[in-house]
């Protein structure tokens, strides 16, 4: 019997290219910051203060985005943040996402009083007004990378536990969980084996979006100061020093921001994307 | 006997009726149901919707817990037996799904569905048992590496009823497994359904609501309405001799295929 299932293949699609690509190389460029920036991202010239992008008559070689009013290169300064962005986002939306998930998932599959508990809990949770939930939290904390990830999670866990709550909710429902229990499975063994890989693409998803949101998040700490110590170069922290001299010198502003936003919606259409690629249930 | 039902009550609370403060009240969906099922018999269940016969069937598997009356698998009383205990005979009896739709974990191969249930129960040579269970329900080898959506309504169904035979039980329920299929796979379904039954000895209930479907393939039929058993007799009788007012209307609701001629059995 000829099997045209196995001959069908599934287009690569642009999303994912274009998101995966953006990410690759911004990855890259965080590793091998120090190899390939073309100064150090401290290094203050007041003479080469406010140079414009490449493309200006007023550029000087080598300073390819400019610099900013301390004379210090924008390029090497961004590919520097990217270390702290990408890290954060890393571990910040992982953790989260094991966090949330996991609980979301029992809440959703086991009902009774966990859910009752943890259903609670995200409601209270969700009533603080996040960005100040995090700088209170910095502020108990103290700042620091360690702190950021800390203040993520503890924020943002909720996200994925209300909807892995009723991603699970729907799945255990479906006749497979009373299919399981028929054969004999126990209720965690189902949990793991069948509602898992069921709900693992939208925690896929979640995950992804949730690196992004990490990256805002630490955006936002930094432009507030409340993120590592002020030398080290920060996408926010460039956004916030660029923002007292727009008029002068726009370049400083809008290319971390620009970063900023491709990196944000790179990770939100990577989750898509793996989807599209690798969920063997066409939807 | 394979199973004994004895005043089987079931209730569920009505959360479309729960006041704001205290529990919902109950509905009674089985109001007291007593039949046997002797082994090698195969039994059909049928009755309209709302009557019940799903209830029972999770009642029986164990799904949904009684609320009084008695569940012999065996001689064994297994109606209030802890999951721990039972998971142990739970290879016993097995299920057939209406829906294979959501039966089958649709993020599963249909290998692993197959072979899932009897690496629980400890079963070796797992892929050559999918192989033959695949070739007892007339499905090509390779399909084993196939998704569920994948596969047609038919094809799906007779993967579920793979994934039962393959455990290599004495009871199997089936319940309405050919609603969701079109005519000629629901015969094809049904053919092998009898032809398993016989091949491998099982003793079978076949949930329907459909009475021409049950008259191809019980021995005996007993007839749900509301919840409460309105007609228990062998297949033929039955059709030739419907005694309760509930029975005639099913029958009357079987489409002739000549409009002219009366139902003769």
Known sequence: MRDAQKEMRRPLGLRLWLSGGWLFALAVGAILAPLIAPHNPLAQDLFAARLPPFW???????????????????????????????????????????????????????????????????????????????????????????????????????????????????????????????????????????????????????????????????????????????????????????????????????????????????????????????????? | MMFSINDLKLSLPDMTQKPLFGPAPQIDILKGISFDIPKGCVLGIVGGSGSGKSTLARAMMRLLEPTSGSILFDGMDITHTSEEELRGMRQRFQMIFQDPMSSLNPRRKVGGIIAGPMRLHGMDRTKERVNEALDLVGLPQSFSQRYPHELSGGQRQRVGIARAIALRPEFILADEIVSGLDVSSQAQVLNLLAKLVKELGLTLAFISHDLSVIRRLCDRVIVLHQGLIVEEAESQILFESPQASYTKELLAAIPLPDPDQIWDA
Request: aromatic content about 10%; hydrophobic content about 55%; overall charge neutral.
């Open chain 1, 56 to 283: 200006d008559a007023k550029a000087e070689p080598g300073f390819w985005l400019g610099t900013d009013s301390l004379g210090r290169d924008v390029l090497s300064r961004i590919l520097y943040g990217s270390r702290l962005a990408l890290f954060v986002a890393l571990v910040a939306g992982t953790l989260t996402c094991a966090v949330g998930a996991t609980l979301g998932m029992i809440a959703g599959y086991y009902r009774g009083w966990p859910d009752r508990i943890i259903s609670r809990f995200v409601d209270i949770w969700m009533a603080f007004p996040p960005v100040l939930f995090a700088i209170l939290l910095i502020a108990v904390l103290g700042t620091g990378i360690v702190s950021i990830i800390i203040a993520i999670v503890i924020i943002d866990w909720t996200r994925f536990a209300r909807v892995i709550r009723a991603e699970a909710l729907g799945q255990s429902a479906m006749d497979y969980v009373a299919s399981a229990k028929i054969a004999g499975r126990t209720k965690f063994s189902t949990m793991l084996t069948e509602i898992f890989p069921n709900v693992l693409p939208s925690i896929i998803a979640l995950l992804t979006l949730e690196m992004g949101i990490s990256v805002i998040i630490e955006a936002i700490l930094s432009f507030v100061n409340l993120s590592i110590s002020t030398d080290s170069p920060t996408w926010g922290g460039m956004i916030s020093e660029g923002r007292t001299s727009v008029h002068q010198a726009w370049w400083v502003l809008v290319f971390p921001l620009i970063t900023l936003f491709l990196t944000v919606l790179s990770f939100s259409q990577l989750g898509e994307g793996l989807k599209d690629r690798f969920d063997p249930v066409l939807r």
